[in-house]
């Protein structure tokens, strides 16, 4: 039975940090086995991916908007991700939630996930006011 459950969201001015947590069960062979990401939803608008992490956390993956801005971290001893939000601005108020992706891959150096197709958990509400 997989079990997912996000937290750590809140509300937070322009400029703000914030940092998830997910912790997952029943995935693949074990948390240590699957890669993970963040995903975040805006009502209205497709779902897409923020970040995703390696099962070794050896590789990840950002979307632009958030480079630099964003790390994305695991603890695979307390099956436990994490996602760190600086200098948050308004049009990232979203839904965000932990999922494994469906695909990862490495291309040109770089690592890439896809969406997931399951999303376990609640999500977490961010609300970044300006």
């Known amino acids: 039975q997989v079990q997912v459950a996000e937290s750590g969201g809140g509300t937070v001015h322009a400029g703000g940090s914030l940092r998830l947590s997910c912790t997952a069960s029943?995935?693949?062979?074990?948390?240590?086995?699957?890669?993970m990401g963040w995903f975040r939803q805006v009502p209205g608008k497709e779902r897409e991916l923020v970040s995703c992490?390696?099962?070794?956390?050896?590789?990840?993956n950002y979307a632009d908007p958030v480079k630099g801005r964003f790390a994305i971290s695991r603890d695979n001893s307390k099956d436990t991700l994490y996602l760190q939000m600086n200098n948050l601005k308004p049009e990232e108020t979203a839904m965000y939630y932990c999922?494994?992706?469906?695909?990862?891959?490495?291309?040109?150096?770089?690592?890439?996930?896809?969406?997931?197709?399951?999303?376990w958990g609640q999500g977490t509400q961010v609300t970044v006011s300006s």
């Open positions: 029943g995935l693949g062979l074990g948390f240590a086995t699957v890669v």
């Open positions: 999922a494994q992706p469906s695909r990862s891959y490495y291309s040109g150096g770089a690592y890439y996930c896809g969406l997931a197709r399951h999303y």
């Open positions: 992490i390696s099962a070794d956390g050896d590789s990840t």
